[in-house]
């Protein structure tokens, strides 16, 4: 118990100088970067310019600005956005996260519900001609990429057999699309990434023992091969919920899905500071809450032996 609380500890902080850093960054790479959130096509009088950015507090030196807005963001408070008048960042998250979380869930449960039981199969049935060809073509749909699968499917169902509905996120017609377009490469990954580990769990020679003591093929797997080998399938969750959260950014564009992708997308090309950086903070400190639920899963199974 100790141990597992220092290593808790250890993480947070870990965590916590990460999230600086990211923040660090993109506040210094947004200000970097030429224009400004009150530049237009038209251009504001010197006055209004000055008005602006003394109310928004930009026309500050940059450690002034930086030091101030870590230490709102320490309290919550992401500060206004620039762009969208009588809006806070805070406000913003709120009402576009529901979308994109809803998407992230449901490919993620795709990803999950799809992959492991196909990596499964394949690894118990390894000779059969179905098997190796579902592997092939895991390989194919890993080398797609959303913003091509996503038209590809649209033509498809949408265009040519009418089935469903490639705009919005009403209705379950709406978010069948997109989730397939997002969970779909990651369950094909999870597919050959389980594969692999149970094949290596097959390979060992307490399978053979296993065997040798006339265990059924069922027990073997589920008893002993299964429960060794799903430690590189739950490290997985980490980098696939860091996958799907970063590929809402193309799918909520080509799918026209009110979420935070679009947000992001919008903010970059308005110079909207407040926003990027804290959408950008949202999805770091998620895929770090994911990584850290992934060691502490795999900490509370502890390592298994190879025995079973």
């Known amino acids: 118990m100790v141990a597992f ?35 237009g096509e038209r251009e504001l009088p010197p006055e209004a310019t000055a008005a602006l950015q003394a109310h928004y507090g930009t026309d500050k030196s940059f450690l002034r600005s930086y030091f101030r807005y870590v230490g709102r963001t320490v309290r919550g408070d992401l ?37 492991v039981p196909w990596g499964c199969w394949a690894a118990f049935y390894p000779d059969k001609f179905f098997c190796r060809t579902s592997m092939s073509a895991a390989t194919v749909l890993i080398c797609i990429p959303s913003f091509a699968l996503g038209p590809l499917l649209c033509q498809i169902f949408s265009l040519r057999l009418h089935w469903l509905r490639v705009m919005g996120w009403s209705g379950w017609r709406c978010k069948v699309l997109p989730t397939i377009t997002l969970g779909l490469i990651q369950a094909a990954f999870l597919a050959r990434l389980t594969r692999r580990s149970l094949a290596c769990e097959f390979a ?14 069922g027990a073997i797997f589920w008893k002993h091969v299964f429960r060794n080998g799903i430690g590189p399938i739950i490290a997985y969750v980490g980098p696939i919920c860091a996958a799907l959260l970063s590929g809402t950014f193309a ?34 400190l998620l895929i770090l809450i994911c990584n850290f639920f992934a060691d502490t899963l795999l900490a509370a199974i502890g390592p298994r032996s190879g025995s079973g």
């Open 204 to 217: 060992r020679p307490y399978v053979r023992t296993a065997r040798a003591k006339g265990l059924s093929e």
């Open 251 to 284: 799918v909520e564009n080509i799918f026209h899905i009110p979420g935070l992708g679009r947000l992001f997308i919008e903010s970059i090309g308005n110079r909207d500071y407040g926003v990027v950086t804290g959408i950008v903070l949202l999805y770091s």
């Open 5 to 39: 609380w220092g290593r808790f500890f250890q993480r947070l902080l870990r965590s916590t100088v990460l999230l600086l850093c990211v923040l660090t960054s993109v506040f210094a790479l947004l200000r970097a970067v030429p224009g400004g959130p009150f530049d």
């Open 79 to 115: 500060g206004p956005s620039f762009r969208q008048l009588g809006w806070s960042v805070n406000e913003l998250l709120a009402d576009k996260a529901r979308a994109s979380f809803e998407l992230g869930a449901y490919a993620f449960l795709l990803a999950i519900l799809l992959g």
